[in-house]
């Protein structure tokens, strides 16, 4: 079963059909961000949703995710920092109506 379909199956559980497929698509990432990246998507299910839409990400999983990525204390302000700029554009492109 391809990506596609899967998509459909997951989202026909909960009664909601994907218009269009969703694109297959190949980002590059420059390996000073990686690790950044690979820890936002681990937070995925993070998320702190309001009355409004969504509003940012549960930071309390953040020191265990930081743990199992192994994060050298040293390193761990400035992948937050990524972090937060990742969360940012999230939110807002979640939050789009």
């Not at 937070?43 to 940012?56: F, K, L, P, T, Y």
């Amino acid at each position: 079963m391809g990506d596609a379909e899967q998509q459909q199956d997951a989202l026909a559980a909960f009664g909601l059909k994907l218009d269009t497929p969703a694109p297959d698509i190949n980002i590059e990432v420059w390996p000073d961000n990686w690790q950044t990246l690979t820890i936002f998507a681990d937070m995925a299910s993070q998320w702190n949703v309001g009355m409004s839409g969504v509003i940012g990400l549960r930071y309390e999983a953040l020191p265990l995710v930081l743990k199992l990525h192994q994060v050298k204390q040293k390193h761990q302000q400035e992948v937050f920092n990524g972090l937060r700029v990742m969360e940012r554009a999230a939110v807002q492109e979640i939050n789009k109506h």
